[in-house]
């Protein structure tokens, strides 16, 4: 009888963790803050290419925004930290801002997927941001990863018609 309880409890404990994995995997942005005892968990995602050649990935959740803009979307390790051409920034739905550029910001962003064919990006990522000038207010996301953050394809522009009204 031991035996078959035994049994039913190591069933019953993978059930509940392919659950929590299966939504890790239909989520497109998802983060813990051990810190303040919450998970970031997105309900939208997309990535924009700036005027400046910068990538923005963005996701939006209930408890505000995430943002990381990184110099280029390769399959690379972008460092954050105070003077980074590479910054992460938490918009909460307070509206307190939280920045990498900061002296004692600090994390990453690493691209893990670049499907150039369906325009989207992958990764996963881990960073400090800090609001106010002490850093004694900070938000700090761990283990957080992003899947298929579609961008825009770049439209060629018609040097004959760089309005596109097709006169």
């Known amino acids: 009888?031991?035996?078959?309880?035994?049994?039913?409890?190591?069933?019953?404990?993978?059930?509940?963790?392919?659950?929590?994995?299966?939504?890790?995997?239909?989520?497109?942005?998802?983060?813990?803050?051990?810190?303040?005892?919450?998970?970031?968990?997105?309900?939208?995602?997309?990535?924009?290419?700036?005027?400046?050649?910068?990538?923005?990935?963005?996701?939006?959740?209930?408890?505000?925004?995430?943002?990381?803009?990184?110099?280029?979307?390769?399959?690379?390790?972008?460092n954050f930290g105070k003077d980074s051409e590479n910054v992460a920034v938490f918009r909460s739905a307070s509206g307190s801002i939280f920045t990498t550029d900061h002296p004692q910001g600090v994390g990453f962003v690493e691209i893990t997927r670049w499907d150039t064919g369906g325009r989207t990006l992958s990764g996963v990522f881990d960073f400090t941001a800090i609001v106010g000038s002490t850093g004694e207010n900070f938000n700090k996301f761990n283990y957080g990863e992003f899947t298929n953050a579609r961008y825009q394809q770049e439209e060629p522009i018609d040097d004959e018609d760089p309005d596109g009204t097709g006169d």
Do not use: H, W
């Open 1 to 78: 009888m031991r035996i078959y309880l035994l049994l039913f409890a190591l069933l019953g404990l993978s059930f509940f963790s392919c659950s929590e994995d299966d939504e890790r995997i239909d989520t497109p942005m998802f983060a813990r803050n051990f810190e303040k005892n919450y998970f970031f968990v997105a309900d939208s995602l997309s990535a924009n290419k700036n005027e400046d050649g910068t990538y923005t990935i963005r996701g939006q959740a209930d408890q505000g925004v995430i943002e990381m803009t990184i110099s280029s979307p390769t399959l690379n390790r972008y």
